[in-house]
């Protein structure tokens, strides 16, 4: 006999419907699946949906479920080999604008779907996936910025005009002037590029050696790491990877782990994608020598730009994520010192002129995507 009051019975057979409800999407398991998502993080429209389906359905392949999930689209199959074929139709219609992943979806009725539930997430040594050990280039990040050295300080020195020769032989950049009356003015000029690196005296009174301190080796180390973690998590994001799993592993190494991801292949050339960004005025004029039509990102329209470069990725020495004077999000780079000049000089003469800044990544084919800012 049940001697409990009313309301706690009532409270109970709450309880254990909410945790029935709540557990029932582990029951439906999960399919071959494939996710698709824009390459600059636009969300996928309805009308692209269906345009996928219809490419399919026309290629003989049955699309078991098609639907919008955190802005991306996913197609699920009842076959692994349904899910193989249509990875490859997709890839040859959409690939130049898409990031296309094998993968795994839940089974899930379309009213479970629409009441936000979802499965426990599992992880990769119970749902099997694609377990990636990346090493960053430390060697080439340290000699771009040497080279960056190299340019300027001859730059600086031909504007000073001073004679020189500026040459790097592994981490060491030697600078020789042709009058020794000139010795010091150089080491100044040099020292005022930057504070931070080490002078020291050559074989004679008109060279002496400069070369990268540890904290400044350090510095551009850690930043190489940082910026290629932020890059991949940026790109597993793309995926819509349940619990993925990106994090520095040692000093050169960056670990990814994707739970219920099923091609390595087409993962790895999403992963080891390179990048740059490039900063160039807009043509106004439409008619500038050597300008540029390059297209909009989303719905914003091409544009034609400048065939000069103000600066580029590989000058950017740090970056980090902050907000504008106005309160809006913002990006805040630190330049190197000629392309920081180049900037300042830009600006000071182009005022209330707009400015884009084109993404430019390599796959296997050059893909080219410009956003603008102004």
């Given at each position: 006999?049940?001697?409990?009051?009313?309301w706690?019975?009532?409270?109970v057979?709450?309880v254990l419907?909410?945790g029935?409800?709540?557990?029932?999407?582990?029951?439906y398991?999960?399919a071959?699946?494939?996710?698709?998502?824009d390459?600059l993080?636009?969300?996928?429209?309805?009308a692209?949906?269906?345009?996928f389906?219809t490419a399919?359905?026309?290629?003989?392949v049955d699309v078991?479920a098609?639907?919008?999930?955190?802005?991306r689209?996913?197609?699920?199959f009842?076959?692994a080999?349904d899910?193989?074929?249509?990875?490859?139709?997709?890839?040859d219609?959409y690939?130049r604008?898409l990031?296309?992943a094998l993968?795994?979806?839940p089974?899930?009725?379309?009213?479970?779907?629409?009441?936000?539930?979802?499965?426990?997430?599992l992880?990769?040594?119970l749902?099997g996936g694609?377990?990636v050990?990346?090493?960053?280039?430390m060697?080439?990040?340290?000699?771009?910025?040497?080279?960056?050295y190299e340019?300027?300080?001859n730059?600086?020195?031909?504007?000073?005009q001073?004679r020189?020769?500026v040459?790097?032989?592994?981490?060491?950049i030697?600078v020789r002037?042709a009058?020794a009356?000139?010795?010091e003015?150089?080491?100044?000029i040099?020292?005022?590029a930057?504070s931070?690196v080490?002078i020291?005296d050559g074989?004679d009174?008109t060279s002496f050696r400069?070369?990268?301190?540890e904290?400044?080796?350090?510095a551009r180390?850690?930043f190489?790491?940082?910026q290629?973690?932020t890059t991949l998590?940026?790109r597993?994001?793309?995926?819509g990877?349940a619990?993925p799993?990106v994090?520095r592993?040692?000093?050169d190494?960056?670990?990814?782990?994707?739970?219920g991801?099923?091609?390595?292949t087409?993962l790895?050339?999403?992963l080891?994608a390179?990048?740059?960004?490039?900063?160039?005025?807009?043509?106004?004029?439409?008619n500038?020598?050597g300008?540029?039509?390059?297209?909009g990102r989303g719905?914003?329209?091409a544009?034609i730009l400048?065939r000069e470069?103000?600066?580029?990725?590989?000058e950017?020495?740090?970056?980090?994520a902050?907000f504008?004077?106005?309160?809006?999000?913002a990006?805040?780079?630190t330049?190197d010192a000629?392309g920081?000049e180049r900037?300042l000089?830009?600006t000071r003469?182009?005022?209330n002129k707009?400015m884009s800044t084109?993404f430019?990544e390599?796959?296997?084919?050059?893909?080219?995507?410009?956003g603008?800012?102004?």
């Amino acid at each position: 006999m049940n001697k409990y009051p009313a309301w706690l019975n009532v409270l109970v057979l709450v309880v254990l419907l909410t945790g029935i409800l709540f557990a029932l999407p582990n029951v439906y398991g999960s399919a071959p699946a494939i996710q698709l998502a824009d390459r600059l993080g636009e969300p996928v429209s309805d009308a692209q949906l269906r345009s996928f389906v219809t490419a399919l359905e026309s290629a003989d392949v049955d699309v078991e479920a098609a639907y919008l999930k955190d802005e991306r689209a996913v197609l699920r199959f009842a076959t692994a080999r349904d899910q193989a074929v249509a990875g490859e139709q997709l890839r040859d219609r959409y690939g130049r604008d898409l990031n296309i992943a094998l993968t795994l979806a839940p089974k899930l009725p379309a009213w479970v779907r629409n009441l936000g539930l979802n499965p426990m997430s599992l992880g990769l040594d119970l749902r099997g996936g694609v377990y990636v050990l990346l090493e960053v280039d430390m060697a080439s990040a340290i000699q771009k910025r040497l080279e960056s050295y190299e340019q300027d300080f001859n730059d600086r020195l031909r504007q000073a005009q001073i004679r020189n020769r500026v040459d790097l032989d592994g981490e060491i950049i030697t600078v020789r002037v042709a009058d020794a009356a000139d010795f010091e003015a150089a080491r100044n000029i040099v020292r005022d590029a930057d504070s931070e690196v080490l002078i020291a005296d050559g074989d004679d009174d008109t060279s002496f050696r400069v070369r990268m301190s540890e904290a400044q080796v350090r510095a551009r180390q850690d930043f190489a790491i940082e910026q290629n973690i932020t890059t991949l998590r940026n790109r597993v994001d793309e995926l819509g990877v349940a619990e993925p799993l990106v994090q520095r592993q040692g000093v050169d190494r960056i670990v990814v782990q994707l739970p219920g991801v099923q091609d390595p292949t087409e993962l790895d050339k999403i992963l080891t994608a390179t990048a740059t960004v490039e900063f160039r005025l807009v043509d106004q004029s439409g008619n500038a020598p050597g300008s540029r039509r390059y297209p909009g990102r989303g719905q914003e329209p091409a544009q034609i730009l400048k065939r000069e470069v103000i600066a580029s990725g590989d000058e950017i020495v740090n970056a980090s994520a902050g907000f504008s004077a106005e309160g809006q999000p913002a990006v805040n780079i630190t330049l190197d010192a000629a392309g920081g000049e180049r900037m300042l000089a830009t600006t000071r003469d182009n005022l209330n002129k707009p400015m884009s800044t084109v993404f430019i990544e390599w796959r296997e084919e050059e893909v080219t995507r410009g956003g603008r800012t102004e």
